[in-house]
């Protein structure tokens, strides 16, 4: 036999032999657009290794500022979003985006700042603590990412009466952040910033920051889940997508989220079963 003849029939039963072998398939997964604070706290890596043993589906977190999150879901670039600023979700629900919207969980927000406390803030309602912060041009730090954070914020501001775009000035840092790196600022300038209680309880560089506002009904901090509607982008896949919503708001979801704690506190409190949509 010649060096071409047993040449090619080399090649063709090398290409029979990987013919033969069938393609490993490729896990299910799906994309979740989330906000950095369901990241950043330590909740995704306590909740999701629960639904890929149920379930063998891998989520691929996304995690950005909620405004961003839902950006990145209407150019199709996510299966599910998971964020927390209500009305925003709302539009995107309007807009065709998605179909609905669940309640999943929720928390609340705090105002952290100095210990020393220039500003007098501690205890006061929250309009109240804006304002004077406003007055005494105390340092604080935004995270001005377009995140629910960041909006909860900017109507903080609005409803103390403070024009934040005339009154700001160098006491204003506007980092462009998500919440561990804003808090992290905070606490290397000692300024005030509003955070969610989720990301401060698992914030382990303080310094001499400390919880000066809590409690204010307006601090309220709801998350809602939203599979993208894929009339507007087919390539989402909607069995994935539906598996892990449903997860979420059962009984097994909704317990794993209240199991997860940090020193005996839970970060987040289920709401699925609460009136909303």
Same mark, same amino acid.
């Given at each position: 036999?010649?060096?071409?003849?047993?040449?090619?029939? %080399?090649?063709?039963?090398?290409?029979?032999?990987?013919?033969?072998?069938?393609?490993?398939?490729?896990?299910?997964?799906?994309?979740?657009?989330?906000?950095t604070s369901t990241e950043q706290s330590g909740l995704f890596k306590h909740i999701l290794p629960l639904f890929k043993d149920k379930t063998g589906i891998e989520v691929k977190v996304v995690a950005?500022?909620?405004?961003?999150?839902?950006?990145?879901?209407?150019?199709?670039?996510?299966?599910?979003?998971?964020?927390?600023?209500?009305?925003?979700?709302?539009?995107?629900?309007?807009?065709?985006?998605?179909?609905?919207?669940?309640?999943?969980?929720?928390?609340?927000?705090?105002?952290?700042?100095?210990?020393?406390?220039?500003?007098?803030?501690?205890?006061?309602?929250?309009?109240?603590?804006?304002?004077?912060?406003?007055?005494?041009?105390?340092?604080?730090? %935004?995270?001005?990412?377009? %995140?629910?954070?960041?909006?909860?914020?900017?109507?903080?501001?609005?409803?103390?009466?403070?024009?934040?775009?005339?009154?700001?000035?160098?006491?204003?840092?506007?980092?462009?952040?998500?919440?561990?790196?804003?808090?992290?600022?905070?606490?290397?300038?000692?300024?005030?910033?509003?955070?969610?209680?989720?990301?401060?309880?698992?914030?382990?560089?303080?310094?001499?920051?400390?919880?000066?506002?809590?409690?204010?009904?307006?601090?309220?901090?709801?998350?809602?889940?939203?599979?993208?509607?894929?009339?507007?982008?087919?390539?989402?896949?909607?069995?994935?997508?539906?598996?892990?919503?449903?997860?979420?708001?059962?009984?097994?979801?909704?317990?794993?989220?209240?199991?997860?704690?940090?020193?005996?506190?839970?970060?987040?409190?289920? %709401?699925?079963?609460?009136?909303?949509?």
């Amino acid at each position: 036999m010649d060096l071409l003849r047993r040449g090619v029939l %080399s090649l063709a039963l090398a290409a029979g032999l990987a013919a033969a072998v069938p393609a490993r398939a490729e896990p299910p997964s799906i994309v979740v657009a989330s906000t950095t604070s369901t990241e950043q706290s330590g909740l995704f890596k306590h909740i999701l290794p629960l639904f890929k043993d149920k379930t063998g589906i891998e989520v691929k977190v996304v995690a950005l500022g909620t405004g961003q999150a839902l950006d990145a879901a209407r150019r199709g670039d996510a299966d599910v979003v998971l964020v927390h600023d209500r009305a925003a979700e709302d539009k995107f629900v309007a807009e065709g985006f998605a179909k609905a919207r669940k309640d999943v969980m929720y928390n609340d927000f705090v105002v952290i700042g100095p210990k020393a406390d220039p500003a007098g803030i501690k205890g006061a309602g929250l309009q109240d603590a804006f304002r004077k912060l406003a007055e005494a041009k105390a340092p604080f730090v %935004s995270r001005g990412d377009r %995140s629910g954070t960041h909006s909860a914020e900017l109507r903080a501001w609005k409803e103390a009466g403070v024009d934040l775009a005339a009154q700001k000035g160098d006491w204003y840092r506007d980092v462009g952040q998500g919440m561990g790196p804003a808090l992290n600022t905070a606490s290397a300038l000692n300024a005030y910033i509003l955070a969610d209680r989720g990301t401060w309880l698992s914030f382990k560089n303080r310094g001499e920051l400390t919880v000066l506002v809590e409690g204010d009904s307006k601090l309220f901090n709801p998350y809602g889940v939203m599979l993208v509607n894929p009339e507007k982008h087919p390539t989402v896949k909607v069995k994935e997508g539906q598996a892990f919503i449903d997860w979420l708001v059962s009984p097994e979801g909704q317990t794993a989220i209240a199991n997860y704690k940090i020193g005996g506190e839970p970060l987040f409190f289920p %709401s699925a079963d609460k009136a909303g949509k």
